[in-house]
């Protein structure tokens, strides 16, 4: 059997390991999965911590090369060094837009709803479930209704989030739907983003990395 290109430090539902996967079979690359448990706190082993400090998946291992971090960093990697299909659009303003759109997702709603902030509000914070549950689905709609506002009303936006090929935008609305079925949870009246994810959902990439679908996901 061929090598894998990459070792990926990995969990079923994550979702910004989902957006590597779906990127990583996109470019044609594959890596080998490493289960981090983080319902289990493997996160915060003293292994993974020298992988990564701050105790986050994904962690990506090139060989002969320091772990890469940060979702985001990654599929700029990977787009740079395989550009083939481009995951961002040839322009400095459309470039802007999608990254724009990717950082909505992943800096200002995903960071929200991850499991160090649930481990916090949960126990410092006072919050019992009931009200973790009302923060997810806070912040969860909060960050798609945005979304798809934005969507909806810039010329821009085509047959994906931007324009008529998948991009890193698309990748990231994925990992927030992915995740939001996990947890049941959904954004009402999102018609432009329920249209998106559709078409997503042919490609084999983006099925592929579904979180049900991975090792020591539940039966769904
Ligand atoms: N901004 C980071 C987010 C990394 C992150 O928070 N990953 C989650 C899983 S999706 C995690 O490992 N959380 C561990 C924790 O919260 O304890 C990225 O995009 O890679």
Redesign the pocket.
């Known amino acids: 059997m061929a090598q894998p290109d990459y070792q990926l430090f990995a969990?079923w539902?994550?979702?910004?390991?989902y957006?590597v996967r779906v990127a990583l079979a996109l470019k044609g690359l594959s890596a080998e999965e490493h289960y981090?448990d983080?319902d289990a706190g493997d996160?915060?082993g003293n292994d993974f911590l020298k992988i990564n400090p701050l105790?986050?998946?994904?962690a990506l291992i090139i060989p002969g090369q320091p772990p890469l971090?940060?979702?985001?960093a990654?599929l700029e990697y990977l787009d740079e060094t395989v550009p083939n299909p481009p995951l961002l659009p040839a322009d400095p303003l459309g470039r802007a837009r999608v990254r724009s759109i990717a950082a909505a997702l992943?800096?200002d709603t995903?960071?929200l709803i991850?499991?160090?902030?649930r481990?916090y509000l949960t126990t410092t914070g006072g919050f019992d479930l009931a009200a973790w549950r009302a923060w997810q689905i806070k912040w969860f709609t909060t960050g798609l209704q945005g979304l798809e506002v934005r969507l909806a009303t810039e010329t821009s936006t085509g047959t994906y989030c931007h324009g008529d090929q998948v991009t890193i935008a698309d990748i990231l609305l994925m990992s927030l739907v992915a995740?939001m079925r996990v947890f049941k949870i959904s954004a009402a009246n999102t018609p432009t983003i329920d249209r998106i994810v559709a078409l997503c959902e042919t490609h084999e990439a983006f099925a592929n990395a579904h979180p049900l679908r991975q090792e020591g996901a539940p039966a769904p």
């Open positions: 969990f539902r994550s979702s910004a390991t957006r981090i983080l996160q915060l105790g986050a998946i994904p971090t940060q979702s985001l990654i992943a800096a995903h960071p991850v499991p160090r902030v481990q995740v």
